[in-house]
C-alpha cells in the first residue's frame, strides 16, 4: 500500500459517486477543430479515467456566444456536432468507469479581437442578459450530452473573474454578475447534477493577483456562489501547501470549505517532480485530506505526461514516472 492509495478509494461528493479521490484538472489542449471534439479528445480523456482519476473536468469549453473566444481549435458547447462530440467523448469515459464535467469558459477582455464578433472590455446593458442566456444555452447542451457535472470558470482573470478582480473592476459595479451566471446554469441543470465553481486568487496575467485580502472578503465572494446555486468550490491555486491568509495554515481550498461548508477542491503543484509520490508533500497532501480540509484532489499538468500519473502512484511502480516538463505540453495521447 502506497501513500497515494489512501486516496484512490470510492468517495461522494455533492452526491456524486467517484472512484477515486482525484480529479482531472482542466488544461487547454486546443484539439478539437471548429470547436468540435474528435474522437481522439474522447481517447485523450478516457485513458486518464481508466487510470484511476475519478473526475475528468474539461479544458475550458467555450460558451454559447461569438464572443468566448478566437481560437477556433478550443472546443465549444454548442448545439449540433459539438454536441454530437462531447457525447462521445462522456460515453468514453464512462465506459471507463469514470465521471466527466464540462468547464464553461469565456475570455473575457482576454479574448483577440478576430473578425467583429468580439466582447468590449466595458460590457453594458444588454451585454449581461445576452451572456446569462449563453452560459444557461451550454448548461443545457451539456446534459444531453451525458456530462455528469458542470463547472463554471470564474478564475485566472477570465471575463466572470474580472468582475470580482478589482484591478479590472475598480469601480465594484455589477459584482452579482458572477453570481447571476451561477444562478442561470444551475436552473438549467438537474438538481441531482452537481455544479462545480472554479476561482483563483492569482491571474495567469499577475500570479501575485488578489481578490481578497482577508477570509471575510473572500467570504462574500463565495457565499454569493453557494447561495447562487454553487455545489463545490475548486480553488486553483499555484502551490497547494501555501496558506492562503496569514494567521492560518489553510489553503484556499480549506478556506472555501471553511467559509461556505461546501466541498472544495485542491489544486496546485502536485506531482511535478518523480518523486513527488514518496515525499512528505505527498503525505502533507493525505493528511489535510483525512482531515477534512478538503474533499478532492486535482491533478494538472502532471497528468500531460503522465496519463497513468494515479495508476502507478498506486501501484508503487515510482520508476515509470516522469518529472514534467513545459515540452509536456505540447503531448496529446
Known sequence: MTTATALVEPVTVAGLPLNSQFVM???????????????????????RAENGVGLIITEGVLVDHPSAGHQPAVPRLTAGAAEAGWRHVTSEVHAAGGRIAAQLWHLGSRREPAGTAWTPQTMSGPDFDTLIRAYAESARVAVRAGFDAVEVHAAHGYLLDEFLWPVTNPSRRHLSFPADVIRAVRAEIPACTPLIVRFSQ??????????????AELGVSLEGF?????????????????????????????????????PSITVGSIGLT?????????????????SGEYDLIALGRVLLGNPSWVSLADAGRFDELRDYHKTDEELYF
Open 25 to 47: 484538472a482542466p488544461m487547454t489542449r486546443e484539439r478539437s477543430p471548429h470547436g468540435v471534439p474528435t474522437p481522439e479528445v474522447a481517447a485523450y480523456y478516457r485513458r
Open 202 to 215: 492569482f491571474k495567469e496575467r499577475d500570479y501575485s493577483a488578489r481578490i481578497a485580502s482577508t477570509p
Open 226 to 262: 453557494r447561495q447562487a446555486g454553487a455545489d463545490v468550490l475548486h480553488a486553483s491555486q499555484r502551490r497547494f501547501w501555501e496558506p492562503a491568509f496569514a494567521g492560518s495554515d489553510r489553503n484556499l481550498a480549506g478556506w472555501a470549505k471553511h467559509l461556505t461548508g461546501l
Open 274 to 290: 518523480r518523486d513527488f509520490a514518496t515525499s512528505d508533500r505527498m503525505r502533507e497532501l493525505v493528511d489535510r485530506r483525512t
